[in-house]
């Protein structure tokens, strides 16, 4: 079996002072199916590009095996092409009858590798692709985040699949996926990088026991610092006074002192200016033993949220309602009815393209906050009156300038903006940066920051956890649990719809 070994490996980027890894190493190995954990920024994907050579290090990287990456990169010329003319751009050397086996286990038919990939959804998208990387033969794939944007059903048919796989590493946040699909797991804490065995729950299992004890065991340290620092400033007191009984004394009150008492008082203070050093060096021992017990801890900050009350209980109503695009042929649904009232938790559930986003763009445009665009409504669509929403876009290309920018253009208050982006672990150095140079995660928790900071009625959030790292997917499970606001969400991480749904909407 091969193996990769990263010794001393250090990398930032050009324009940045802090580096992204700083004296690294480990090994793993090749055929082993490796989950990749860490927060958002901490340097996976870098960390992918550097196995692929695309950036300058130091230190040294070594493996047998070449690597390969998904995704592809589809450019704007492209679109037009289909997927059995890019292949071999993709892959090359990669044969049309491996892929189209590997399209087979995917469950989707070859014929999908003709047809222009601007006709593809986001999940056919990823189901060729996929098909195309393990298509070939002795490569170590690297696989970033692969059911981003997919529904329910395409994500059961790509974790089936990869289950099914070995030799690659998994960059992923859904933990339904990790778990179902990894034997390993490759960790980027906040101060080191470890190797277990076992998938995410396991890990964090173990995670949670180390922290735990690493907790009791600074405690335990503070402790004993506390009480040596007591006793060796007590003893530093007595010496003090003692040595000052040396010179000068009272001859009524210490009419029995001789002259040998001077030698005496000074062997006496030694003694116990011994003691004081015994306890300094104990005392700096349980501090060498203290430091870095915390460095790994990940703390999940709990956020706050201020959600508005509407004096109506039902603030959304639908019934019998259709939806189509100007010019189509058909609906894209038909006859839906279901409603949203105060505290309610509305998740909506269907395939790619089925209209979820759509119906979100009409009950914004109901609400005065948005526009229909070419969409064709029939039934009713009711929201209350004066109804606030707070909302976030699954998309954000639009995200630019810097934060103070984007703090004033959304009205919230700047240094609150900031704050909520600690908690959500955005490093300090981000905060100087444009909002373009960040990544997809990051973007994405600038759109959370903003989304709690904005008062509502009703929070209407479209995919907020693409890309969103684990610890911050807990972190909005805790939030919602305590405030309980009233949401309309589309979102396909199951664990999180599970935890938090209230009711459950099929499209």
Not at 315 to 341: K, N, P, W
Request: charged share 30%.
């Amino acid at each position: 079996m091969a193996q990769l070994k990263v010794n001393d490996l250090s990398f930032s980027y050009g324009s940045s002072f802090d580096p992204i890894f700083e004296h690294v190493s480990f090994t793993i190995d090749t055929s082993w199916k490796l989950g990749f954990i860490g927060r958002n920024g901490k340097g996976k994907t870098t960390f992918l590009n550097l196995l692929l050579g695309k950036y300058e290090y130091s230190g040294n990287i070594s493996m047998d095996w070449p690597c390969d990456y998904f995704p592809y990169k589809i450019h704007q010329e492209d679109l037009s092409k289909n997927a059995d003319e890019l292949m071999e751009q993709w892959k090359p050397g990669v044969e049309s009858w491996r892929v189209m086996c590997e399209l087979s286990e995917l469950g989707v038919d070859a014929e999908l590798l003709y047809r222009p990939i601007r006709t593809l959804s986001f999940g056919e998208r990823t189901k060729v692709m996929l098909g195309v990387l393990f298509a070939g033969e002795n490569d170590f794939l690297l696989i970033d985040e692969p059911t981003n944007h997919l529904d329910q059903e395409a994500r059961e048919i790509v974790k089936k699949y990869l289950a099914g796989k070995k030799g690659f590493i998994l960059v992923s946040h859904d933990r339904d996926l990790l778990d179902a699909c990894v034997d390993h797991v490759l960790v980027l804490n906040r101060a080191t990088i470890e190797v277990q065995t076992g998938n995410f729950s396991s890990w964090w299992e173990n995670k949670e026991r180390a922290d735990a004890f690493a907790t009791a065991e600074n405690e335990k340290h503070l402790k004993e610092i506390g009480r040596l620092k007591s006793t060796m400033q007590q003893s530093r007191s007595w010496a003090t006074k003692n040595e000052n009984t040396k010179i000068g004394y009272d001859p009524i009150k210490e009419h029995d002192r001789t002259k040998n008492a001077r030698s005496y008082i000074g062997a006496k203070t030694k003694k116990m200016e011994s003691r004081v050093k015994v306890f300094e060096q104990r005392m700096e021992r349980n501090i060498a033993e203290k430091e870095g017990l915390l460095q790994d801890i990940e703390q999940i900050r709990d956020l706050k949220l201020s959600p508005m009350e509407h004096y109506k209980d039902r603030l959304v109503e639908a019934r019998d309602l259709s939806l189509r695009y100007r010019d189509a042929d058909s609906e894209v649904f038909q006859g839906l009815t279901f409603e949203i009232r105060n505290g309610d938790r509305v998740f909506l559930q269907g395939r790619n393209g089925c209209g979820k986003t759509s119906l979100i763009k009409a009950i914004l445009a109901s609400a005065g906050s948005g526009d229909m665009g070419n969409i064709e409504l029939s039934g009713i669509l009711q929201t209350a009156s004066n109804l606030k929403i707070s909302y976030i876009n699954q998309d954000t290309s639009h995200l630019h300038g810097d934060l103070r920018m984007h703090a004033f253009e959304n009205q919230v208050d700047y240094s609150l903006f900031l704050s909520v982006l600690r908690q959500l672990a955005l490093e300090q150095a981000q905060f100087d940066k444009r909002i373009e140079e960040f990544s997809e995660g990051q973007k994405k928790k600038v759109l959370i920051a903003t989304s709690l900071l904005t008062p509502a009625h009703l929070y209407i959030w479209d995919e907020p956890l693409n890309y969103i790292d684990v610890f911050s997917r807990m972190q909005l499970e805790k939030l919602i649990r305590e405030y309980s606001p009233t949401m309309l969400i589309v979102e396909h991480d199951v664990r999180f719809k599970e935890k938090m749904a209230t009711n459950v909407v099929e499209l």
